[in-house]
């Protein structure tokens, strides 16, 4: 009988599973992270069927933990069962807002019991602890049923079987479903819509409705001419990018008129990122603000509500797929553990890497920490590297912010405030690496081990100001008293955070040999009014004169922007190494790789558009295949 510890364990046999491509991994129920805002919904999916078993009996007896995120943490439980029964569920750990969270402690876990069944209500004004505790239950339970097949019998015969339910798949579904197509949509973790319950609204294309509004002129031709200039030719997939710019602008009236996605505004932005001369990026709900993305979610599951309702589509949450079948040339099919589902197509939609250690050190980092959505956890490149499938720009630079604290192994749960007024930044030599205003990220990217300390003096402690900061993908929860509390136990801990009465105390606690001139020299130039080093701005110079001196440890992190991805045709089909296309086996989405189609650039809205495009294109491929 499996012992589950933490879901990170989970993810780590699970992925160390498809490596070796072993059937039997259960299914796992895969938990979102706290970088949700605290204003969105559900997500819709109240009620949802869920694939727990929840037949009396159902379940191995034993104790098993696990645990998932809530608003502010990593909630952890333990599950008592006994006589086939969930008789007991305690809280181990949590750090969610006292008072405000209580109701989801006090009734989710009993709710759990009564029902026998993580498909319970989630608690209102406490969604994102409630939704913590069922996943954190989901994934003890999930040890407890190892070796079991836990997957549902079919209700349709499918056409096609589309893996991983977020956008793309989404996209994916719901238009094979308008298709005519029957769909057996699974999903590994407890809900569907993956990265969009956290991402920004952009979407990008070229040729679309609101582009015509706002009097932009666009062709698939000039925006593949910008690609070639701006990303560099023989950087991406020329016929990735050919097919992309050709159906982008299709895909985002699609998402306008057919699904009525709300585009706020309905105007166009700049890039985010790299910006293009011409417009071609609007936003859902008018907005770039996280939680914006909802804007796609919730019109996209109505209607994949519907056509379940129908009798189109079949969802199976909590099921993972550990193998793709293909015979020869051709897919066929995909494993759930021991369970077979077959259908003349799949579509590959399981998303980017963004949380998976191993891929994104691809890029050259030597430690990086991630704040991404657990579900970003590149299980789809292994399922597609099992079937002959490779990778490409997987070496590119991913987008990543610097100053992630590695408290928690590859979790990130603190961030320095990388704005703090004053603060220098130097590396284990003690050197200042550059201009500490351009918060550049590429002098985490190089420096040695990929980590630097941020330095302040007790003359610039404001605790108005946070320091350190809760993560919350790039703006950071902030923390009681800003912060410094925490900094005083991290201190304490001498780990991570530093503090000394001199500079030469710092020095000795970090090892850092050369801090004590570097700061000379630093607080010479402050006082000089010019920064001989990096040229930073005097006006932002603040002379370290004063104890106590604080050091914090930090290095890149991540919380979305995979940037490559598995190699596909102009069709969306897996290509192997040899160039011969799997039949049948289509990729949409973020598992594409942004910078297969784009090179060099990071053009805003090239994720969800990726999702809207390549979802379609899947769909209308399989419709050809059912000849339907
Ligand atoms: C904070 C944040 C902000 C963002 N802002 C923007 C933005 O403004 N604009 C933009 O274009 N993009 C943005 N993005 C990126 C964008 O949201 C994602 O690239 C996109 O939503 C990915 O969709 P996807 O369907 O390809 O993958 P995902 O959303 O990752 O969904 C994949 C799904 O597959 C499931 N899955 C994985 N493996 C398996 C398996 N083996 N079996 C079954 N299911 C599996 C996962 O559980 C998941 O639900 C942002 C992302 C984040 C995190």
Known sequence: MS???????????????????????????????????????????????????????????????????????????????????ITQIDILSQEETPGLSDPAFEQIPQAIIDAQSTDVDV??????????IIAAVNAALEGGNAGDTVTAELTIEPDVIVVGAGMAGLCTTVRAAELGLNVLLLEASVRVGGCIHYAGGTISGAGFKIQEENGVEDTPEAFYEDIVALGGEGEFNEDLAWTHCENSGAA????????????????????????????????????????????????????????????????????????????????????????????????????GYCYNEELLKMAGFENVISAAPQTSNGSGFYLAQAVGGVFDNMDKTVIFYGGGIPTDGFDMTYQANTSYPGRIYVDLDGNRVGNEDGNDINMWKNAAENKLYVIISGNMVDEET????????????????????????????????????????????????????????????????EDSQFGRDPANMVALEEGPYYALLTVPYVWSGTSGGVRADGEGRLLREDGTAVEGLFLAGEILGPTNILGRINFGGINHSMCATWGMLAAEHAAERAEK
């Open 123 to 132: 608690v209102a004004n406490a969604t994102m602890t409630s939704e913590g």
């Open 466 to 529: 946070a320091f350190l900061r809760k993560s919350m993908a790039q703006s950071g929860f902030p923390l009681d008293n800003n912060g410094w509390d925490m900094l005083e136990t991290m201190a304490a801990e001498g780990e991570y955070a530093f503090k000394a009465d001199s500079l030469e105390e710092l020095a000795e606690l970090l090892g850092t040999e050369n801090l004590v001139a570097t700061v000379e020299q630093y607080n010479a130039d402050a006082a000089a009014g």
């Open 3 to 85: 012992f589950r510890k933490t879901k990170l364990l989970s993810l780590l046999s699970l992925l160390l599973c498809m490596a070796l491509t072993v059937t039997a991994c259960s299914p796992a129920g895969t938990d979102a992270p706290e970088t949700q805002p605290a204003t969105t919904a559900a997500a819709g999916t109240e009620g949802a069927e869920q694939e727990m078993p929840a037949a009396e009996g159902a379940y191995t007896d034993g104790v098993y933990t696990g645990s998932g995120s809530g608003m502010h943490s990593n909630i952890e439980v333990s599950v008592t069962v006994e006589g086939g029964k």
């Open 252 to 351: 985002i009236d699609w998402l306008d008129e057919d699904i009525g996605v709300d585009f706020g505004d309905r105007t166009l932005v700049g890039g985010a990122y790299t910006a293009m001369d011409t417009l071609r990026v609007t936003r859902a709900l008018g907005s770039y603000s996280m939680g914006a993305a909802l804007g796609y979610l919730e019109p996209l599951e109505a209607r994949l509500n519907e056509a379940i309702d129908a009798g189109n589509v079949q969802l199976m949450l909590n099921t993972t797929v550990t193998e793709l079948i293909v015979e020869g040339d051709e897919s066929k099919g995909v494993r759930c553990g021991d369970t077979e589902y077959l259908a003349p197509s799949v579509v590959l939609a399981t998303g």
